[in-house]
């Protein structure tokens, strides 16, 4: 049986595109409110459905659609801050995800009801399409998607490094009461974070859409990759969501040399509790998980 | 003398009376039948939610993976009675290696924090639930584990695993009745007994402040190992009490997310910490699960998606609950209680001057 | 008087910060030890490097002679030592009595068979430190100064041989800064040996047999508190060079 491996790691470079786009959601409404935001899984799966829906019902172009569903999405997380987890952000972290998790079952519900639980996936001119680049195949849906997820993060890193609330962001990240003594608007800044923090959820949930098939219970597996990733990364750094990403999609890969395909997402669930538990204090000092130093 | 001053108020007597109701259910024949299989499960729930707030609400550790005890005590049943083992002599077993099992992935992530925790066992779930639905397949090929395959089953895979059904199931069920009823009160006198025993105290200080805990002689690591353990084996015996009496199981639905979810939301909405709340929540899960599923019956084809409505439910409750009234439905009656006694007692004070 | 503590070299880094440079000391028997220094000298963490709440990067702590160094928290509690916070920690939803019932339960008092009955002990030593009266109250509902107490009333049930004191008196007014002083004094003549890192120079010092100086993670002055205030490199320490050549700091300290 032979194995194509640099399409294999082709592949999975682009994949690790799509799961750094999906990671750093998570990793920004980490950094800045020190949440874990489980309905992030519901934003992402909420993404492919708006993507299902604009595609193929509304006939837009599959490019086209993350134009609406980003900024759709960044309303509704800022919603969602400003009027349901501002108010347990003072309470124990433990609440806050409960909250959420309350969250994403209400999100993964109401899909059902609209879409019921059939698995959809969206075809497009481009889904079958590949080409041909050092003799490798490259699908091109996949290369389309990571382009434009790296375009994505690329403006994301521009506004984070050049912009005044980018800045705002990054200090409250670092240290929220510092940040209100300077003068900026923390509860602001959350809001802003939460609202990225979702658009880039629903942009990843869009993309994902175009290459995998999915359902109301699509959120769970990608979250928990996206967990492990930004716990392999760290925080602070495009550099390490990127290299956690591209670490996740390649081990994924290379695992189907040596355990079976249906077995892959167990690659990164055990990944996820081994890092969590091993990496003392994240990359850079990322999660305080441990009360020893 | 405390005891004639219990037995002077009504709610002994209350109880005693729903205990007895309880007992006369099965020979009344309510509804075909109907009633007691929903008492069966109320009991199973409630012993379920019990078990899971032992770690979630005494100890504050929040598991989103129990399902793996439930799945865990439900297979070990099914593939020991496959093999020829009676049932009923499963059931230790099935608890004990739902607990060990929690010892060992137990041990090292209980050394995170709250959410990490709550994190990492979601992982855990996820990935126990895979490694179960392949297992065969993973070791049908290994010479020396494959000896555990009969006729090339272990966990049966996607397929599950079907055991053999008794010839009088219906004195069978009544049995099963009687059982879950006695499991469910020993699962809450060993709750009422951990949350009144030094145990309990130690568990309590750990989730309200495991630092200072720790510094005042809690040797919080082992207390946190211990309830997790006792938790699991609580769940894992009612895993193996659900394969006996449905005689089939599949990962899917015993090792499933939405099991664990269950586990979460029962105790969570009823009053977490509580003895009552788990009860009180088990019991408004499965009535409100009921009269939706049931509910849906004759709408043919939408009975799928208007089944996920409770779950939707639970959500806004779960959202509700943690927005403003943390304690849940036992919480509610605190207040309610507090606010009664405020308006009656008001008018007493007027009355008197 | 025997040494209870001994401290050996004691270093604690985190990463590349030098928290406690090789920290040497010694807490005799019976005695009330101080220990003072500016702000990020390294006293709360040598505080924790002696109950285990951070390892020691190296050196070592001996207790009755037994080395500790590497022990748990609730491991010194057990064999004697107890801390307090800085920031109190008290246990919000329980009451009082059971807060208090907690360190009867656990701590060395216990184990020791010292302690038979918790909820007693618990009561007497509430009676002891003045909290009888608010038993049955929630932690959370209590005031900063009751809350203080409620904090050393705690670590006493545990029954320990040295008590640790972290900023006690913080946040405290003088006249509730002299009722904790007095507690303590008592807690001392009853066999307590006490070690208090403080910063209201009044209390420690007035109270203190002995005193050491922290300052950057290292030790630079032990004595009686008299050696120590006049020492002009702890007045450097506090105040800066510019004060230390002059003896009117030494004036403010002794108010």
């Not at chain 1, 003392?280 to 990322?286: A, H």
Request: include cysteine; charge should be positive; glycine fraction near 10%.
């Amino acid at each position: 049986m032979t194995i194509d491996i640099p399409a294999l790691l082709v592949s999975a470079m682009l994949l690790a595109g799509l799961y750094a786009t999906m990671s750093f959601g998570l990793a920004l409404i980490y950094g800045v409110m020190k949440i874990v935001n489980l309905a992030h899984a519901g934003a992402m799966m909420w993404g492919a459905y708006a993507a299902f829906f604009f595609i193929v019902h509304l006939g837009f172009s599959p490019f086209l659609a993350p134009l609406v569903i980003v900024p759709l999405f960044f309303f509704l997380g800022i919603l969602m801050q400003r009027f349901i987890v501002r108010r347990v952000m003072n309470a124990p972290p433990i609440a806050s995800l409960l909250l959420l998790f309350g969250i994403w079952l209400i999100m993964q519900n109401i899909a059902y009801l609209v879409f019921s639980g059939d698995t959809r996936a969206i075809t497009t001119l481009y889904t079958m399409m590949t080409f041909q680049m050092f003799g490798i195949a490259i699908s091109v849906n996949r290369l389309l998607v990571f382009c434009v997820g790296i375009l994505a993060l690329f403006l994301l890193q521009q506004f984070l490094g050049r912009t005044y609330m980018g800045k705002a962001i990054r200090a409250t990240a670092q240290d929220g009461d510092a940040s209100k003594l300077v003068g900026i608007n923390t509860e602001r800044v959350m809001e802003i974070a939460f609202g990225l923090g979702i658009a880039l959820a629903g942009l990843a949930g869009s993309l994902m859409a175009l290459i995998f098939a999915f359902d109301p219970d699509f959120g769970r597996s990608h979250l928990l990759k996206s967990f492990c990733i930004v716990v392999l990364g760290g925080l602070g750094s495009f550099v390490g969501v990127a290299l956690g990403a591209l670490f996740l999609a390649i081990a994924e890969a290379l695992s189907v040399l040596w355990i079976m395909p249906a077995m892959q997402d167990f690659v990164s669930f055990a990944l996820l509790v081994i890092v969590l538990i091993v990496m003392p204090g994240g990359m850079m000092g990322l999660l305080e998980k441990f009360k020893k130093s | 003398m405390q005891v004639q001053e219990a037995l002077r108020s009504w709610k002994p007597w209350v109880g005693l009376l729903f205990v007895l109701f309880l007992l006369w259910v099965p020979s009344s024949g309510i509804a075909g039948g109907y009633l007691q299989t929903l008492c069966f499960l109320t009991f199973l729930y409630v012993t379920l939610s019990t078990g899971w707030n032992i770690l979630g609400g005494y100890a504050g550790q929040t598991s989103f993976g129990h399902a793996t005890f439930y799945g865990l005590g439900a297979y070990t049943t099914a593939i020991l009675v496959l093999r020829g083992v009676p049932p009923l002599m499963t059931m230790p077993l099935a608890g004990l290696i739902a607990a060990l099992y929690a010892l060992l992935w137990g041990y090292p992530c209980l050394r995170l924090r709250g959410q990490y925790f709550a994190i990492a066992t979601i992982g855990v779930g996820e990935a126990t639930r895979l490694l179960m639905l392949n297992l065969d397949d993973l070791i049908k090929n290994n010479t020396w584990l494959n000896g555990f395959l009969q006729d090339g089953v272990l966990t049966g895979g996607a397929t599950g695993l079907m055991l053999p059904t008794p010839e009088n199931i219906s004195s069978y069920a009544v049995g099963f009745y009687y059982g879950a009823m006695g499991l469910m009160f020993l699962a809450l006198l060993a709750s009422w007994w951990v949350k009144n025993s030094k145990f309990g105290l130690g568990l309590f200080a750990i989730n309200m402040d495991i630092d200072a805990a720790e510094t005042i002689g809690v040797n919080t690591v082992y207390y946190k190992n211990l309830a997790l353990m006792l938790s699991a084996f609580m769940v894992g015996i009612c895993g193996s009490v659900y394969a006996q009496y449905m005689f089939y199981i599949d990962p899917q639905t015993v090792f499933g997310f939405p099991m664990s979810i269950a586990m979460v939301l029962m105790p969570t909405i009823g009053g977490i910490g509580t003895l009552a709340g788990p009860i009180l929540g088990a019991v408004v899960y499965i009535v409100v699960q009921d009269r939706i599923l049931t509910a849906n019956l004759d709408i043919g084809t939408l009975k799928l998606s208007l089944s996920s409505m409770h779950l939707l439910l639970y959500g806004g409750l779960l959202v509700l609950i943690i927005l403003f009234e943390p304690k849940g439905i036992v919480g509610l009656q605190q207040r309610l209680a507090r606010w009664w006694k405020r308006r009656t007692g008001g008018v007493m004070a007027r009355k008197t001057t | 008087m025997g040494v209870l503590i001994q401290g050996d070299n004691v270093c604690k880094n985190f990463g590349g910060l030098r928290a406690i440079n090789k920290v040497s000391f010694e807490v005799k028997e019976g005695e009330i030890f101080g220990l003072i220094g500016p702000n990020g000298a390294g006293k709360t963490t040598l505080f924790r490097c002696i109950t285990g709440v951070y390892p020691a990067t190296s050196g070592r702590i001996l207790f009755n002679g037994k080395d500790i160094t590497r022990l748990m928290p609730h491991e010194t509690c057990v064999l004697g030592i107890t801390n307090t916070h800085q920031v109190v920690k008290p246990f919000p939803d329980m009451t009082v009595l059971d807060n208090v019932r907690v360190g009867a339960f656990f701590g060395r008092g216990w184990v020791q068979h010292e302690v038979k009955d918790a909820a007693k002990e618990a009561m007497r030593v509430l009676e002891f430190t003045g909290l009888a009266h608010r038993a049955s109250s929630l932690a959370r509902n209590l005031t900063l100064p009751d809350r203080k107490r409620l904090e050393v009333a705690r670590a006493l049930a545990t029954r320990p041989q040295v008590l640790l004191l972290d900023e006690v008196v913080a946040g405290l007014n003088p006249t509730e800064t002299d009722m904790m002083i007095a507690l303590i004094r008592q807690l001392r003549d009853n066999g307590i040996t006490i070690v208090m890192v403080e910063h209201v120079m009044r209390a420690v010092l007035g109270v203190s047999d002995r005193v050491m100086v922290l300052s950057f993670g290292e030790k630079i002055a032990e004595g009686t508190p008299k050696e120590v205030y006049t020492n002009p490199e702890v007045i450097e320490a506090y105040l800066g060079k510019s004060y230390a050549a002059g003896g009117a700091a030494s004036q403010q300290i002794n108010a």
